[in-house]
């Protein structure tokens, strides 16, 4: 099957300061891309879609300038977490869908958790 | 709106027993259906969809589901569990069908345990 890598497994940081999580497609190029956050003991939520080359759709409630989503190839998105404070620690995951198939498939990646000190 | 709920948090069976997992969910489509499991630190992983043909759906790992529309249902079933199979379970269901990429709206998830 595809294979979505998700990079870095676990950061931590310090408040105020910039993450940046990275996505990739590895065997497959993806022209969708979308990212989900979750809480503990909750189910995942979608944050923004984001097509290669154009610029990302954000989901209601979600802060554009504070998720910074950046999809400029086939087989890479990035997030990028700005001024990170401790209401941002959470879960991220990452997911790619190949062009065509029907249904349309999103590949996940195994996530990202973020602790904000 | 769609929505999703997974009746049960929590499964908990003995190895080589029947497996159940419990998925209803609302739609004002006509829903793309998927079960994900996810694995300790490991990406969530399609078990299967259902998209309108058959409605009893056969997966990887002896997995099947059947969609029941009068029921609003799709349950996750497994003749016989293995030690392998713990994980957790994702109902997930699309606002989309065919080759497009819908909204997917998650259920909240089943742990599921076997015992030797």
């Known amino acids: 099957g595809a294979v979505v890598s998700q990079h870095p497994s676990r950061v931590i940081c310090k408040s105020g300061t910039s993450v940046k999580i990275e996505c990739r497609s590895l065997d497959f190029q993806a022209t969708t891309m979308f990212w989900y956050r979750q809480f503990p003991k909750q189910s995942l939520m979608l944050m923004a879609t984001?097509?290669?080359?154009?610029?990302?759709?954000?989901e209601q409630g979600v802060e554009k300038d504070k998720f910074l989503i950046n999809h400029a190839s086939l087989t890479l998105s990035t997030l990028t977490v700005t001024s990170a404070h401790p209401e941002d620690s959470s879960f991220y995951i990452c997911?790619?869908?190949?062009?065509?198939?029907?249904?349309?498939?999103?590949?996940f990646g195994a996530g990202t958790r973020l602790s904000v000190l | 709106a769609q929505s999703v709920t997974q009746l049960d948090s929590h499964v908990s069976v003995s190895e080589g027993t029947p497996v159940l997992l419990r998925c209803n969910y609302s739609?004002?489509?006509?829903?793309?259906l998927f079960w994900y499991v996810q694995h300790p630190n490991k990406g969530l992983q399609l078990l299967l969809k259902?998209?309108?043909?058959?409605?009893l759906v056969k997966g990887i790992n002896g997995f099947e589901a059947e969609f029941k529309k009068s029921e609003t249902s799709f349950h996750l079933t497994k003749p016989s569990a293995h030690m392998s199979d713990a994980a957790e379970y994702f109902c997930v269901v699309s606002d989309a069908g065919g080759t497009s990429y819908g909204k997917l709206t998650f259920g909240q998830g089943t742990i599921l345990t076997v015992h030797p």
């Open positions: 997911s790619a869908g190949a062009a065509g198939g029907n249904p349309a498939i999103q590949y």
């Open positions: 739609s004002s489509y006509s829903p793309s």
């Open positions: 259902y998209t309108s043909a058959a409605t």
């Open positions: 984001s097509n290669e080359g154009s610029k990302a759709t954000y």
